[in-house]
């Protein structure tokens, strides 16, 4: 039987034809000779000029003549206002469409360089470098948490958002507008770009170049992965992670997990002992599309990874607020993304008494819930909360389904495995229990949002019956079975339970669309393919079994059953 392991925080890759740089020196070695204009392309967050300096420095060190080149000296005036989509409501305080804008759009003309004469390089760094027409091409590149980090801290920098040189780094502005435009740019750069630069240490990057960059993502695209996980922390955070998986909270808790949040998600590529580059594991979907989502999924979805697996921690905090997510239309018209945010919980832990808010109670009435909520926000009233919405008990193992525009909220004391649609940046909250920051200031409430998409029509007795399901067997062996815990008709994806005993082994088969594991309860399981390949997974870590994969086995380790929550695209 396969020996068990604890939670690995920190998965990593060996990369495919080639090694992981560290340091400056070895990509200034591998330059080709002669004059060259060298881009060094990248997000607006990271800090150019520490790179800039590194990189000029490596050069001259090793007899080469540089000069470097500020792309973002050469943005247009008005650059900032080009980019950003326009909200609706005009004056809306917390939401924008997503940007449809190009890095094009920050200058009035494609920037230029000078060739340098002999064996000099002109370095043209920052975001939009590429559009140069440079010689070789580099891509910079610094993990979204990075920033979401010093939003949490106040202190994201000047500077950070795309053509504002001089304001105060703005969330909503990175949110929705810097992030859509700067994904699409890195996207569009993918599959030519000479080297790929990790800068978490810009006084050390770690750097893959790029034929070995794009061969590890062909490999990792066919192959069971594993993301880098991380914890955010937030008023109603938890202690669980901090105390099971030995997670250090950034703020006094470990509220939000991100085990696979395709937009931020990361790929760890190197050596556990060495050098490491972080790839954005978006660009397996964009590489490598069908080998990933499947065929039937992309002409779906394209390049979008549809499905998310994340955390939430509520033991030892408090209630999550009390919030629903945009319909399908809303979503589309309003905010701009083409899908929408359908979510469940799957309770893996919780604390006696703990408790989910989900549905409409049969008596609810919309007048009276926005006279509450106007109440709450204007006069600090407390909102009956259970006179509008139901309360039901968190039992370990059970799944609530959670449609666009049915008012939700995890309780204190539970420990829910959030298996939702990819969107997460539109949470319509409705009452966040009168929290204040540390500033004392209340937090923002989105309320008209969140009132213009509630679903009346989940209430009462409909909302048990058809939100909280029974498992039912799908399909059974000799010491598993695999059961549907959840699945409606207006959610294109399903939750599974696949249930093994110990020393058993579960066969499946991607049949064309990716998969996703996550050990939910026993010490864990070794997934085995039909190539050879085998990936271990401890308990409460999700792995991304890719369409290419088909055929694999699901093997218990341990001496206790292993439950493994599954989820699927199950309409295109």
Not at 88 to 98: E, I, M
Not at 474 to 482: F, N, Q, T, V
Not at 500 to 517: N, Q, S
Not at 533 to 550: C, I, K, Q, W
Request: glycine share 10%.
């Amino acid at each position: 039987m396969p020996a068990s392991r604890s939670y690995d925080p920190l998965p990593s890759y060996r990369p495919v034809a080639g090694e992981v740089a560290a340091g400056w020196a070895a990509p200034v070695a591998g330059l080709p000779r002669g004059p060259l204009v060298l881009a060094v392309d990248g997000p607006a967050a990271l800090d150019w000029s520490a790179l800039a300096d590194g990189l000029v420095g490596a050069l001259r060190a090793a007899g080469r003549a540089s000069e470097p080149l500020d792309v973002r000296d050469r943005y247009a005036a008005d650059a900032h206002e080009r980019l950003a989509a326009a909200p609706v409501p005009a004056d809306d305080p917390f939401f924008t469409p997503l940007s449809r804008a190009d890095v094009a759009d920050l200058f009035d003309s494609p920037p230029r360089a000078g060739r340098p004469e002999g064996d000099g390089v002109v370095v043209v760094y920052g975001p939009g470098a590429a559009l140069c027409a440079p010689d070789v091409l580099w891509y910079a590149d610094l993990p979204k948490r990075y920033a979401e980090a010093a939003v949490a801290r106040g202190a994201l920098p000047v500077g950070a958002n795309l053509g504002r040189p001089a304001a105060p780094g703005d969330l909503v502005r990175l949110f929705y507008t810097d992030w859509p435009v700067l994904d699409r740019h890195r996207d569009a750069l993918a599959g030519r770009v000479d080297r790929w630069i990790d800068v978490q240490d810009p006084a050390a990057p770690a750097s893959l170049d790029g034929t070995a960059f794009r061969a590890t993502l062909a490999h990792l695209a066919r192959g069971p992965v594993r993301t880098r996980p991380y914890f955010n922390s937030t008023p109603w955070g938890g202690q669980w992670a901090a105390s099971e998986l030995g997670f250090t909270p950034q703020a006094g808790n470990t509220a939000l997990g991100y085990e696979l949040i395709a937009p931020e998600a990361g790929v760890l590529v190197g050596e556990r002992d060495g050098a490491r580059v972080e790839v954005p594991f978006q660009l397996l979907c964009v590489e490598h599309p069908g080998e990933l989502l499947g065929e039937e999924v992309r002409r779906r979805f394209g390049t979008s990874f549809p499905i998310r697996f994340d955390y939430l921690d509520t033991m030892g905090g408090g209630n999550l607020s009390l919030h629903l997510h945009p319909r399908e239309r809303y979503m589309r018209e309003v905010f701009g993304w083409p899908y929408t945010q359908h979510e469940t919980y799957y309770v893996t832990a919780a604390e006696d008494g703990a408790r989910v808010l989900l549905g409409l109670t049969e008596d609810a009435d919309t007048g009276t819930l926005r006279r509450d909520v106007e109440a709450a926000v204007t006069d600090g009233t407390p909102l009956p909360v259970e006179e509008h919405v139901q309360s039901h008990p968190s039992d370990v193992g059970q799944l609530f389904l959670i449609p666009a525009g049915t008012p939700h909220a995890s309780g204190a004391g539970n420990l829910v495995l959030e298996v939702s649609a990819t969107p997460y940046l539109y949470s319509l909250r409705l009452y966040d229990w009168l929290r204040t920051d540390a500033s004392g200031a209340s937090r923002p409430l989105p309320y008209e949002h969140g009132l213009a998409n509630l679903d009346t029509s989940r209430r009462g007795e409909d909302v048990t019956k058809d939100l909280v399901q029974r498992p039912r067997t799908l399909r059974a062996g000799d010491g598993w079975r695999e059961e549907v815990v959840g699945a409606l008709p207006e959610m294109f994806y399903a939750v599974h339970r696949v249930v093994v005993a110990p020393g058993g082994a579960a066969p499946d088969d991607t049949a064309g669309r990716f998969h996703i594991l996550n050990v939910a309860a026993g010490e864990g399981a070794v997934v085995e393919t039909g190539d050879g390949r085998t990936h271990d997974l401890a308990f409460a870590e999700t792995l991304t079994v890719p369409a290419a994969v088909g055929p694999y086995v699901v093997r218990a380790v341990g001496d206790a059953e292993v439950r493994v929550v599954k989820a699927l695209v199950v309409e295109p």
